[in-house]
T-cell receptor
Framework: KAGVTQTPRYLIKTRGQQVTLSCSPI?????VSWYQQTPGQGLQFLFE???????NKGNFPGRFSGRQFSNSRSEMNVSTLELGDSALYLC??????????FGQGTRLTVV | GESVGLHLPTLSVQEGDNSIINCAYS??????FIWYKQESGKGPQFIID?????DKRQGQRVTVLLNKTVKHLSLQIAATQPGDSAVYFC????????????FGSGTRLLVRP
């Protein structure tokens, strides 16, 4: 059974640019959530999608957005990148009666 | 590359000893608690979970204890091995219609050979 796949693994962007990250959940899982991990703030919840609907959103500015497609794949977008957006972005996939499984993350560096 | 905090509390144990990692959670409404292990360059990996109607749950070499009175969670690892070296996070989920984990700050476990 394939795990959670996040692409790309590494990304370098310039301040002011935008970026789109992708997450393919485990087959059959309908819940996809996103987390930001930084040394200073730790792991912080960004948002959760279920059946193409955002069910919950963390305390992040509107520059952070996401969506989920009918096949449960999800993307998150960050616009007008700032240096402080440099982080490991993690996606978690969850089935009905399972724990959340995390992908390996996308390491975003903003220069 | 390094994927977790640089100034985490660190627990150093001798190989073969038992390890106890502690965590305080914040929300009385949380009904589900999970321990994750994160190795460098990887995403968090599920270890064990416990629901709020339980006090203790055991897995293979791991035990989680939940004390709701003082909002405290602990992870016990028996016969700690070098492969257990990682950062360990507790996480809580508040009971509502969505799935949102609130993570603790993490503890780095170092196993001395």
């Amino acid at each position: 059974k394939a795990g959670v796949t996040q692409t790309p693994r590494y990304l370098i962007k310039t301040r002011g640019q935008q970026v789109t990250l992708s997450c393919s959940p485990i087959s059959g899982h309908r819940s996809v959530s996103w987390y930001q991990q930084t040394p200073g703030q730790g792991l912080q919840f960004l948002f959760e999608y279920f059946s193409e609907t955002q069910r919950n959103k963390g305390n992040f500015p509107g520059r952070f957005s996401g969506r989920q497609f009918s096949n449960s794949r999800s993307e998150m977008n960050v616009s007008t990148l700032e240096l402080g957006d440099s982080a490991l972005y993690l996606c978690a996939s969850k089935g009905g009666n399972t724990e959340a499984f995390f992908g390996q993350g996308t390491r975003l560096t903003v220069v | 590359g390094e994927s977790v905090g640089l100034h985490l509390p660190t627990l150093s144990v001798q190989e073969g000893d038992n390890s106890i990692i502690n965590c305080a959670y914040s929300n009385s409404a949380s009904d589900y608690f999970i321990w994750y292990k994160q190795e460098s360059g990887k995403g968090p990996q599920f270890i064990i979970d416990i629901r709020s109607n339980m006090d203790k749950r055991q897995g293979q070499r791991v035990t989680v204890l939940l004390n709701k009175t003082v909002k405290h969670l602990s992870l016990q690892i028996a016969a700690t091995q070098p492969g257990d070296s990682a950062v360990y996070f507790c996480a809580e989920n508040i009971k509502d219609s969505s799935y949102k984990l609130i993570f603790g700050s993490g503890t780095r476990l170092l196993v001395r050979p």
